[in-house]
């Protein structure tokens, strides 16, 4: 099994800063793509990034300029950090992984975490 947690989340105001953090447990030997996606009540989820195991990025035009994606690969760690935040940033932030196990691969997303921009 491979059990995603995710940390982070919060109110801000307009203009500050958030790190959200993804931790992965279990019997896992790797960890291939690491996505970061929100969700706004009643509208469909939206990809908001993602860092390949050798490091590559790419953002959502939404974000692209003012979160930065990273991981730890020692530790099966994935972060989010949100600059500049701005009230339509308010979401649940979920983070979703490929895991490697020794018997498959899993796709596995995390519970969430809530961001509120306001002022």
């Known amino acids: 099994q491979v059990q995603l947690v995710e940390s982070g989340g919060g109110l801000v105001q307009p203009g500050r800063s958030l790190r959200l953090s993804c931790a992965a447990s279990g019997n896992i030997k790797s960890v291939n793509l690491m996505r970061w996606y929100r969700q706004v009540p009643g509208r469909q989820r939206e990809w908001v990034a993602v860092i390949t195991s050798g490091g590559s990025t790419n953002y959502a035009d939404s974000v692209k300029g003012r979160f930065a994606i990273s991981r730890d690969n020692d530790n099966n760690t994935g972060y989010l950090q949100m600059n500049s935040l701005k009230p339509e940033d308010t979401a649940v932030y979920y983070c979703?992984?490929?895991?490697?196990?020794?018997?498959?691969?899993?796709?596995?997303w995390g519970q969430g975490t809530q961001v509120t921009v306001s002022s």
């Open positions: 979703n992984i490929n895991a490697v196990t020794t018997t498959s691969v899993f796709n596995v």
